[in-house]
């Protein structure tokens, strides 16, 4: 039996596997990596906090309320209790990126496993969990996550509890769609033909194939997740004071907004710029896993 | 390279032969799928009659090609085989062993395989053709050193050097080479009925040349038999030993493939002949074969279901379905049709 | 002697991640009222040439070189209007699968009427008679309820007879057909290729159909242009290719063909796989797979030799020393 002469495989294509792929046509996308700097300097910058030499968070000075920006020894002010602005501004990201991605990750685990569940086996299993999905998806996230902070009370872990049930439903969507589209697929019935169990066709041949899309799809969530976390705050929901976190922040900066504008106004702006690189991030990668190669 | 050297089979894998050589390896009969069609609560419940009370055999080693249209059943039948699609009626016999008696489906999957049309979606993306292979063999038990070497073996036959071809994924082989990779995952599992649905279809003819070169080596190496599904009759005729020709959900003619070529009894089967395409530049087909889309297996029409397009139709055809019935005697060579039944109303029937 | 369309030493490149170089000089002309098939495989480059007629490769990444004339007018050129005009007016297409050609969510005398309207400027009710005209002669079983249908009503062989309407509306000189029958089941293809015999003869067409299908090339065409890597190996009339092929690659399709294939003998199958297209080739790009290969094949590209008018073979065993 004569083998068989080989075309020259593409040089593009030898790069091994599909994530390698991926991440070679992320790298060539500069926005994406800009952005992918961005974040990872905020999170360093969270995680490394106490050893910056930076000054107290907690510390308040009665006569330095309101410094504007570039007073010496406080290079980017301090907030409506003296307290140093780049200090607060640094700890804080560490409670808003946390109550940005962990919802985030929770109800990828969870809404994963049910979108597999339903759109792998279908029929009446879809029906129950798609429609009970369904009533939870057709309240308006923020007003879900105040009810049901609102009814667990505030604190951070509730805050996270409440966001990771307004997640769970439009992520467990996504997942039955995409599964049951592999699910129909010629090599998903040659896996059942030759006998595996439903379980073992979902973990080798549906789960790597559908995993892609639905972390893209979280990825935009992250940017929504930390938008209502600091909304929560903001309400006396989420975090309480006298810890940093954006959005509280932003609250009891309020009335400094006729003071002093630009102080008053950098918590705002570091949630936009962190939501920003968040969508764009999130973009990107779903272009670097669109192309068909 | 010794192709007679096979490497001793795992003991999970093939399905040794009970019957011996007479005793068909497939008796299928009066097969049924009924898919209910998904309307609202308020339509009436309506079927796709996808397959009809169909039934043929296939003996050791034989090739039977099943050839018609869009809409025919032969996907679905194919399917009925390996289980992929739900039998409503029917039996399915393998090799003597009734399905749902003494045979159960998982055994049924150990002598019936099957081999799809190549697409984009006919391998997973995410494993390589090694893995994919290997796949079947680990899912019965076979421990992964043994499933790889069966796979590394598997591609040496199917052509497919495994230095070079093992660790690839199905996006770095071409149309032709992915395809060897499908035959491979079929015969992976040790199968002695491999069913080809439209295996060929999607390739070019070059590479459709080679493809079936090496479904003739396998097929005398490994022992095989095949189900060959086809909308192409040429290549039916090349390969198939038999050939049942369905339309609309029904067998209308079947016998061996000379036979059926030579002295074509049922209109349809005349019409899918007479549609392929010339080779002749002085002698062009002028009059289309058949006119009109094959209907839809939903509603499908009364009677023969084939007297809506056909140009013998007369009322019996639409009052009564025709049973297959042998033609000129040969109890090899069956056809449904009022024509060829004596006695059935139709004026170019014998009288009875 | 100029045809109706003068293809000349065209390229086609396309860059982008993945550089694919897949037309390498192709020249030919289809002369009017001719139906020329372009038979090749998959990675032959004939669907791209076709597109490259009415300009339908994508602009960003697409480098063509070479000249493309219809009807005395440089088709490279043209922008605009002048583009709008020409494509549907003088130039159109017709798909591999009609549900993609049609707008799923316009009836088909709508879309038909839509274009009539454009290129003609008539009225709406002119627009719509003459889209019931054009159903009618593709032959669709009651035209006049089929005008308000939608596309995904209609089976697949009437959605095909309808594209052929909607490219039909506006007269146009040149039909540019792209692998239009390979989707479809063989008794309807028959009848799709009858029709558009027939149309072609009675509208003076010239078409240029592209298939992988000899027998297809058989029924339809008058001339063949087989294309391999990108570049024609050989052109002649339907008879010429059929009963006296030259080039190894065409005989090899010629051989692969089952019609002649005696059951149980092993097939003459063309070993290997065509090249990727990553470079453009240096040499005869068949050389690695033709049984007849000399040195001379893979030293440069292969002479082009004329045995008869009309009729060119690109091998060097045409022009080597009996």
């Known amino acids: 039996m004569a083998a068989v002469t080989d075309f020259a495989v593409p040089s593009e294509a030898r790069a091994r596997g599909y994530w390698a792929g991926v991440w070679r046509r992320l790298r060539r996308d500069p926005a994406a990596l800009v952005c992918a700097g961005v974040l990872l300097a905020l999170a360093l910058g969270a995680i490394f906090a106490p050893w910056l030499g930076l000054a107290d968070p907690y510390q308040g000075s009665m006569i330095r309320r309101l410094k504007p920006i570039g007073t010496p020894g406080h290079l980017l002010g301090a907030d409506e209790l003296g307290r140093d602005m780049l200090a607060r501004l640094i700890y804080g990201g560490r409670l808003t990126l946390f109550l940005g991605i962990a919802p985030v990750v929770c109800a990828f685990v969870i809404g994963t496993t049910l979108g597999l569940v339903a759109g792998y086996l279908g029929g009446v299993v879809n029906a129950v969990i798609m429609r009970t999905t369904d009533v939870f998806f057709a309240f308006p996230s923020v007003l879900l996550a105040i009810a049901i902070s609102g009814a667990l009370g505030a604190g951070i872990v509730n805050s996270l509890v409440s966001l990771t049930i307004v997640f769970i439903p439009p992520i467990a969507r996504v997942a039955e769609s995409v599964t049951a589209s592999v699910r129909a697929l010629d090599y998903v019935d040659a896996a059942r033909a030759s006998g595996a169990s439903g379980f073992t066709i979902v973990r080798v041949h549906v789960l790597g194939n559908v995993l892609g899309p639905i972390f893209v799809y979280a990825t935009s969530l992250t940017s929504v997740a930390m938008i209502l976390a600091a909304g929560l705050s903001f309400l006396g929901l989420g975090v309480r004071p006298p810890e940093p976190e954006w959005g509280l922040m932003l609250n009891t900066l309020r009335t400094a907004i006729y003071v002093n504008p630009w102080v008053a106004a950098l918590p705002g702006a570091m949630i936009f710029l962190t939501s920003l690189c968040l969508n764009i991030l999130s973009d990107g990668l779903r272009s670097a896993m669109n192309v068909r190669q | 390279m010794s192709v007679n050297e096979a490497p001793p089979t795992p003991a999970p894998l093939g399905l040794p032969d009970v019957g011996g050589p007479r005793q068909p390896l497939l008796d299928a009969a009066g097969l049924t799928c009924h898919f209910p069609v998904r309307g609202g609560p308020f339509t009436a419940r309506r079927v796709v009659r996808a397959v009809d009370g169909v039934s043929f055999s296939v003996g050791k080693g034989e090739v039977l090609g099943v050839v018609g249209e869009s809409g025919c059943g032969k996907s679905t039948t194919a399917r009925l085989m390996v289980g992929l699609a739900p039998l409503t009626a029917g039996k399915i016999v393998f090799d003597g062993r009734q399905l749902g008696e003494d045979l159960t489906l998982t055994a049924l999957r150990l002598g019936a395989q099957m081999v799809f049309q190549d697409s984009y979606a006919s391998l997973n993306p995410r494993l390589t053709i090694e893995d994919s292979i290997a796949f079947g063999p680990r899912v019965r038990g076979v421990s992964p050193a043994d499933a790889r070497a069966l796979a590394h073996d598997l591609l040496k036959r199917i052509g497919l050097d495994p230095a070079r071809f093992a660790g690839r994924y199905p996006h770095e082989l071409s149309g032709g080479q992915r395809q060897r990779a499908n035959i491979g995952r079929a015969l992976a599992m040790k199968p002695r009925l491999l069913i080809l649905d439209e295996a060929v279809s999607a390739l070019d003819k070059s590479v459709e040349a080679q493809v079936l070169n090496l479904l003739a080596d396998l097929k005398a190496d490994h022992d095989l038999t095949y189900l060959f599904i086809s909308h192409d009759l040429t290549v039916v005729r090349y390969i198939a030993d038999r050939v049942m020709v369905m339309y609309l959900g029904e067998v209308v003619e079947i016998g061996p493939a000379e036979t059926l070529y030579r002295n074509r009894a049922h209109p349809y089967t005349d019409a899918l002949f007479a549609a392929m395409p010339s080779m002749d530049p002085d002698n062009r087909t002028q009059t289309p074969p058949l006119t009109g889309d094959p209907p839809n297996p939903i509603d499908p029409p009364a009677g023969c279901r084939f007297h809506t397009r056909c140009a013998f139709a007369e009322s019996v055809c639409g009052a009564r379905e025709p049973a297959l019935a042998a033609v000129a005697g040969d109890a090899a060579h069956l056809a449904a049709c009022h024509m060829l039944e004596p006695g059935s109303g139709h004026s170019k029937a014998r009288a009875a | ?322």
């Open chain 3, 1 to 322: 002697m100029s045809g109706l369309v003068e293809i000349d030493a065209l390229t086609v490149r396309f860059g982008g991640e993945r550089v694919v170089h897949a037309v390498n000089g192709v020249s030919l002309s289809v002369a009017k009222g001719e139906v020329l098939a372009l038979l090749g495989e998959s990675g032959s480059g004939k669907s791209v040439t076709l597109k490259a007629l009415l300009r339908l490769l994508p602009e960003g990444r697409t480098t063509i070189g070479g000249a493309l004339r219809v009807d005395g007018r440089d088709v490279l050129t043209l922008s605009g209007r002048a583009l709008a005009d020409y494509r549907g007016g003088e130039v159109s297409m017709i798909f591999q699968d009609p549900a993609l050609a049609l707008d799923p969510v316009y009836s088909i005398g709508e879309q038909i009427a839509e274009t009539v309207m454009r290129h003609e400027g008539a009225s709406r009710a002119q627009a719509m008679a003459r889209a019931l005209e054009m159903l009618t002669k593709v032959r669709i079983p009651s035209p006049e309820r089929r005008l308000r249908a939608y596309p995904h009503e209609l089976s697949g062989g009437m959605r095909q007879r309808a594209m052929i309407a909607l490219a039909l509306a506006c007269r146009p000189k040149l039909l540019l057909a792209d692998e239009p029958t390979t989707a479809l089941d063989a008794t309807v293809q028959m009848q799709v290729l009858l029709l558009l015999r027939g149309l072609q003869r009675e509208m003076g067409l010239s078409v240029i159909f592209v298939t992988h299908d000899i027998g297809v090339a058989v029924e339809i065409a008058d001339r063949v242009a087989v294309m391999y890597a990108g570049q024609i190996v050989e052109t002649g009339s339907i008879r010429e290719i059929i009963h006296d092929a030259r080039h190894p690659y065409t005989r090899g399709l010629l051989a692969a063909n089952l019609h002649g294939a005696v059951k149980g003998a092993r097939l003459d199958a063309i070993p290997g796989a065509p090249p990727s297209l990553e470079t453009p080739p240096a040499a005869c790009p068949f050389a690695p797979r033709c049984a007849q290969a000399r040195d001379l094949c893979r030293a440069g590209p292969p002479p082009v030799a004329t045995p008869g008018p009309g009729r060119r073979v690109a091998c060097v065993l045409e022009t080597a020393a009996p």
